[in-house]
């Protein structure tokens, strides 16, 4: 295996970071923190994650210069996972505070559905419509963990590559190019949970930077 820069978990204030870096240090795959935009220009792979609300985590990207560095990055076509609050960011606008987002994904971020226990909390199943590198060897509508009140709703159908029923059938997985974004956390979901960071590392960051022979 290719030796490669750690990978940059964005640090933006938003809660859970340090969760996913021990998910990632589980797997053998060196991960740092990083709120400065250099440190986003330079990452190998980068991870998005977050619990929190929209209109802070947005004020506090844009206040840093990171929401522009974030863009361009994906934009360059670096390797880029997203969870929860980092899935929801990708779109273009969200409802929880008329905040506007990053604009990576068109979209809206919806709450869900009134009469409904808010947040989803718990394990529930995700419903694959098609295959995806990060999703090898893990099976059709395998649970994982959820903890949220909105969901990202993408534009684009062929963005939407899983799906999950609370009240509503709801993005549960996007991807575009070399964008994967859950709406679950995979650092709570166990070893298939797991599965998907280490798959990630192996099939985008490993590969894409091990010298051509």
């Known amino acids: 295996m290719a030796h490669v820069d750690p990978i940059v978990i964005i640090d ?6 340090r969760s996913v870096q021990k998910a990632f240090e589980h797997l053998g795959h060196e991960a740092v923190f990083a709120s400065d935009p250099a440190a986003i220009a330079g990452a190998p792979a980068l991870v ?11 004020a506090a990207l844009n206040a840093n210069g990171l929401a522009d560095a974030v863009r361009e990055a994906v934009q360059q076509g670096k390797p880029f996972f997203g969870v ?3 899935l929801q960011l990708l779109m273009d606008w969200s409802e929880e505070g008329d905040t506007e987002c990053l604009g990576i994904l068109p979209g809206i971020t919806k709450r ?3 009469g409904l226990k808010v947040p989803h909390m718990g394990w529930n199943s995700v419903h694959l419509s ?4 990060v999703f090898e060897g893990v099976p059709q509508e395998s649970h994982f963990y959820f903890v949220h009140s909105y969901y990202a709703d993408p534009q684009d159908e062929e963005s939407l590559l899983g799906s999950t ?3 509503v059938e709801f993005c549960s997985v996007a991807v575009r190019d070399n964008v994967i974004a859950t709406q679950f ?5 166990g070893p298939l949970g797991l599965k998907l960071y280490d798959n990630f590392v192996r099939r985008f960051v490993y590969e894409e930077t ?4």
């Open 12 to 17: 933006y204030g938003a809660g859970n970071l």
């Open 185 to 189: 956390h995979p650092e709570k979901s």
């Open 84 to 86: 929860c609050l980092g």
């Open 48 to 58: 998005f994650p977050g619990q929190g609300a929209s209109p802070p985590a947005m």
């Open 210 to 213: 091990a010298p051509t022979r």
């Open 165 to 167: 029923s609370y009240g």
């Open 112 to 114: 869900l559905p009134p």
């Open 130 to 133: 098609g295959s995806h590198p």
